[in-house]
């Protein structure tokens, strides 16, 4: 796992059933999901980004399964596209959430919850996130970057958030396609790479999937 392999990969390597390979991965992932940030300072970037909805491996399907590099058309918050919130500070402190619609309704009680009541967050000038920032009384500094305008004040921008999502991505590929059932165990499988970083060792994940 720390080397990201696919189920049918960490299999062989451990001598098992491919089976067997993913109900361990998702016994380690269940607990490690849930550990994230639940407090950011400072200035908070914040950004939405999306996932293909997948049904990967569901018995019962409620459409027919897309074939391999399947092309979704719908951009933003289409009918086949996951919104994941991502949060980060420029501590590195990470978190995200798998959201059901792109509303401030959902998205307040997220910040009211994890964003310091003195931080300031930036966003790209996303609708919903203005709006629940101005719910839950956050200075918020908002990025025109259909203009240009990438950094405010020399210090408000979203590189930060961006970056991780752009990591986020490349490192998914390798699964061909995520069930959207468990998109939130491999999110949190790599807050756990990244927050880790050169630290990790098996011992370092076993402890934080038990020791709970």
């Known amino acids: 796992m720390i080397e990201g392999l696919t189920v049918r990969a960490s299999a062989a390597r451990c001598g098992v059933a491919k089976t067997t390979s993913f109900r361990w991965r998702h016994r380690f992932l269940t607990d490690l999901a849930e550990l994230k940030a639940t407090s950011l300072t400072g200035i908070v970037e914040a950004d939405e980004t999306y996932f293909p909805l997948s049904f ?22 289409g009918r086949e596209q996951v919104r994941v ?20 309704i959902e998205e307040a009680p997220i910040l009211a919850h994890v964003v310091a009541s003195d931080a300031v967050l930036c966003t790209d000038g996303s609708a919903s996130l203005k709006g629940a920032a101005r719910q839950v009384s956050l200075a918020h500094r908002a990025l025109n970057l259909s203009a240009g305008i990438r950094v405010l004040a020399g210090v408000y921008h979203i590189q930060n958030v961006n970056a991780y999502d752009s990591r986020l991505k490349n490192w998914m590929i390798r699964f061909h396609g995520v069930a959207t059932k468990y998109l939130e ?28």
């Not at 399964?65 to 951009?75: D, M, S, T």
């Not at 590195?92 to 509303?103: I, M, P, R, V, Y």
């Not at 880790?196 to 370092?204: A, D, N, R, S, Y």
Request: charged fraction near 25%; charge should be positive; include cysteine.
């Open 56 to 77: 990967k491996g569901s018995r019962h399907m409620p459409r027919p399964p897309h074939r391999r590099g399947h092309a979704i058309h719908q951009r933003g918050t």
């Open 85 to 104: 919130l991502v949060l980060r500070d420029r501590h590195g402190a990470t978190t995200d959430f798998k959201l059901s619609s792109a509303s401030q």
């Open 185 to 212: 165990n491999y999110l949190g499988w790599r807050r756990g790479l990244e927050r880790w970083g050169e630290k990790i060792t098996p011992c370092v994940v076993l402890h934080a999937a038990v020791a709970r």
